[in-house]
């Protein structure tokens, strides 16, 4: 049996990381699952949840300092023995139950890389700045590397082993989704989207992005467009 890995960054997500795992335990993929929890040294009692998960098919890394979404992406892909792999925010703004929407292509054979778009279908539920914010960084993309992507910072991105073994990412914030998905390309890996459904939270509700990340990120894409 296929093995899938799901690798969930976290900081500070006290309120959601249990419901997050009960909706990935409730998903039938069809696969044996492994979920990779890396945090980044929460600090509103988040360690203490994950201190108590004994399960044999959850494994918690604590970082010892707080470096980022993008480093703690990256170790979870590093530990990850799966031979898709997955990954998930902890917020609940996209739900697990699209799995086997996600992993459909990859398993029909046909696809090695699928992105989950919030934007396939419209603008949706996604307040206006943050859908501009998106739609410019994911036009850079498609610019500067002749892709034709509707969302390069979706949290719903998922590889083969092979795919993703290849890359060698770097990052430790945010620019991470520009990152993996520019690198991809440079792989000449074709990335198919398909639409999912997202419930954007308020900064009030715990969502950690802000306006200035935007330029971080659209300034790292022109970086990876001419550096290896």
């Not at 898709?84 to 799995?99: F, N, R, S, T």
């Not at 992005?209 to 300034?219: A, D, E, N, S």
Request: charge should be positive; aromatic fraction near 8%; charged fraction near 30%.
């Amino acid at each position: 049996m296929k093995r899938l890995s799901i690798i969930i960054p976290v900081y500070n997500e006290k309120k959601t990381i249990k419901e997050i795992i009960r909706r990935i335990d409730n998903v039938d993929t069809g696969m044996e699952k492994e979920i990779i929890v890396v945090d980044g040294c929460s600090t509103d009692g988040t360690k203490e949840i994950l201190d108590n998960l004994q399960r044999k098919d959850i494994k918690v890394i604590f970082e010892k300092r707080r470096k980022g979404k993008g480093a703690a992406i990256r170790k979870g892909l590093r530990w990850a023995t799966g031979d898709i792999q997955l990954i998930q925010d902890a917020d609940l703004e996209v739900h697990p139950a699209e799995y086997p929407y996600l992993l459909s292509p990859i398993l029909n054979g046909d696809k090695r890389v699928v992105f989950g778009s919030r934007f396939l279908k419209g603008r949706g539920k996604t307040r206006f700045g943050s859908y501009v914010g998106n739609k410019a960084i994911t036009w850079a993309v498609d610019i500067l590397f002749g892709a034709n992507l509707t969302d390069i910072a979706t949290c719903h991105k998922v590889f083969t082993r092979d795919a993703i073994k290849k890359l060698h990412l770097r990052s430790n914030g945010f620019e991470i989704e520009a990152e993996i998905t520019t690198q991809l390309l440079k792989n000449n890996e074709k990335i198919y989207e398909v639409p999912i459904d997202y419930i954007p939270r308020t900064h009030q509700e715990g969502k950690k992005l802000r306006w200035r990340i935007g330029f971080k990120v659209l300034f790292a894409i022109i970086k990876f467009r001419f550096t290896r």
